[in-house]
């Protein structure tokens, strides 16, 4: 599936969910440390077989077409300047050695900076052209913190216990400039679309998350990586597009697995100012987390708050008793998650979420909040209670298709997530311990349940990022890997008599 991209625009236009709203090469990027010895400098990928740098022993590639593209780009220009700023006047001990490499992330990003600012290099910003990298740097934010830093930093520098003035040979001033914007605006580089996955590296992008709007979760982008590129998707459609300043964006990780209160105590702490996001109203709470109509046969949604105790719009029927058993609800899940240790609050949230659904109130974002572990279901396969363990996953799943389709990569993942942790313990009981407590039909059941939500996970995938992207490359073949295990049990199942 080719990837559709929309570069974006100087004036105004819109985006459907799906969309590619732009794809950017970052202007200086930097592996971690570690990095150095598996991934390639130029693609990031994995490789048992990389080449190393002959001048800095530095940098490493996984082909001889990696390294000519990053000669002509990037390294022709820093290779000097690394030998130098390791203080060295040979070339680094190479990375494979005893001896880890130990040169500063941040202090190579800045070298890397300085020396594109010397070269005069431009680069392409998405809706704005070509522009210096000096340029740039004038159009991007500092770190708000960039007062206390000068505070804390100056001194030090100018008694010469830093070595950024004598790496890039700049007045202080501007190195802590450069670490003031780096501070604010660099973006961390993962192995894959999901968090938490290791760091592999740091990179400054010309439209940096400062351009967009943050929120705690009323998204309408993602962003993540192909290699070193940042592609933004648009998650829901955009009908007018102006500028930046329209994407919404969040920057907590295991965003939908938090409650309202704890979303919008992350972002405070994390922006220093409340989000005002539609999402953070107590309207929006009540509008997500509805009751149903006590009246049988009426279909309609009523929020749970004060508008419950009006007539229902559609039969005229009064809810305010179950709205004060909505409450009684709140109160007791927000017990279970502050009261009692982890290992009870799975199997105690999940039977609230029974009661939930047996009371008639409708929670289609708050149950993925409150089933969205697993530990339960592993904790009986672990006991060899296949059966409890399955009928569980199934209700999870149940639950987490009630998802909105915005976060449909969220549902992919837990659509995975639920056919390896069930196929797995499957496998290795019928393998380790024998007869698995099922029939043969219901394990034919489960392995072709396990296909669908397999082939679910990779549809959503490949229609939200397509083929090319790294990240989902990994994702993909993890969904084929979960799809043949099943597919091998039910072919063993097939061949016995």
Not at 207 to 217: A, I, K, L
């Amino acid at each position: 599936m080719e990837m559709k991209v929309a570069k974006l625009p100087m004036g105004r236009r819109s985006f459907t969910a799906g969309d590619v709203v732009m794809c950017c090469e970052p202007v200086v990027w930097v592996l971690e440390s570690g990095a150095y010895k598996t991934r390639c400098a130029y693609c990031l990928r994995q490789s048992q077989n990389l080449v190393t740098c002959a001048r800095c022993n530095l940098h490493r590639y996984c082909s001889v077409a990696c390294q000519t593209a990053d000669l002509e780009l990037e390294h022709n220009l820093e290779c000097t300047l690394l030998q130098q700023a390791t203080g060295m006047e040979t070339a680094p001990t190479p990375p494979d050695s005893s001896a880890e490499y130990s040169f500063d992330v941040p202090q190579e990003l800045i070298a890397k900076l300085a020396n594109k600012i010397k070269l005069n290099q431009m680069v392409d910003v998405p809706g704005m052209g070509q522009k210096s990298v000096k340029d740039l740097l004038s159009i991007l934010p500092t770190n708000p913190d960039q007062a206390e830093i000068e505070r804390s930093l100056l001194p030090k520098i100018s008694a010469g216990e830093s070595k950024h003035s004598m790496l890039i040979d700049l007045p202080a001033a501007d190195v802590l400039t450069y670490f003031g914007i780096l501070r604010y605006n660099v973006l961390s580089l993962f192995d894959g679309l999901f968090s938490p996955n290791p760091r592999i590296g740091l990179a400054l992008y010309p439209h940096g998350p400062h351009s967009m709007t943050p929120v705690c979760w009323d998204i309408n982008v993602v962003v993540n990586y192909q290699a070193r590129r940042t592609v933004m998707h648009a998650v829901e459609d955009i009908p007018q597009y102006t500028g930046p300043s329209d994407l919404r964006h969040t920057t907590i990780l295991k965003v939908f697995c938090l409650t309202r209160a704890e979303r919008r105590a992350a972002f405070e702490h994390h922006h220093g100012y409340p989000c005002t996001c539609r999402r953070c109203t107590p309207e929006y709470d009540a509008e997500i987390n509805p009751l149903r109509c006590v009246m049988k046969g009426c279909s309609n949604r009523i929020p749970s708050d004060s508008r419950a105790q009006q007539a229902c719009s559609d039969c005229g029927a009064i809810n305010s008793d179950r709205l004060q058993k909505f409450r009684e609800f709140s109160e007791q899940h927000e017990k279970i998650r502050t009261s009692y240790p982890e290992k009870r609050r799975a199997a105690m949230v999940l039977q609230l979420c029974r009661e939930i659904d047996a009371a008639g109130i409708l929670q289609p974002d708050a149950h993925f909040r409150y089933v969205c572990g697993w530990e339960l279901p592993q904790k009986y396969f672990d006991e060899n209670r296949y059966e409890e363990g399955w009928k569980m996953i199934a209700e999870m799943i149940v639950c987490v298709r009630k998802i909105y389709p915005k976060y449909a990569v969220f549902r992919a993942r837990e659509l995975n997530l639920a056919g390896w942790s069930a196929i797995d313990a499957l496998e290795k009981r019928m393998q380790n311990i024998g007869p698995v407590p099922m029939s043969r039909s219901a394990i034919l059941e489960v392995c072709e349940l396990v296909k669908n939500y397999c082939g679910e996970a990779k549809d959503i995938l490949a229609k939200l990022f397509g083929t090319q992207c790294y990240g989902a490359q990994k994702f993909l073949a993890t969904c084929g890997h979960v799809y043949m295990k099943a597919f091998r049990i039910q072919q063993a199942l097939y061949s016995r008599k």
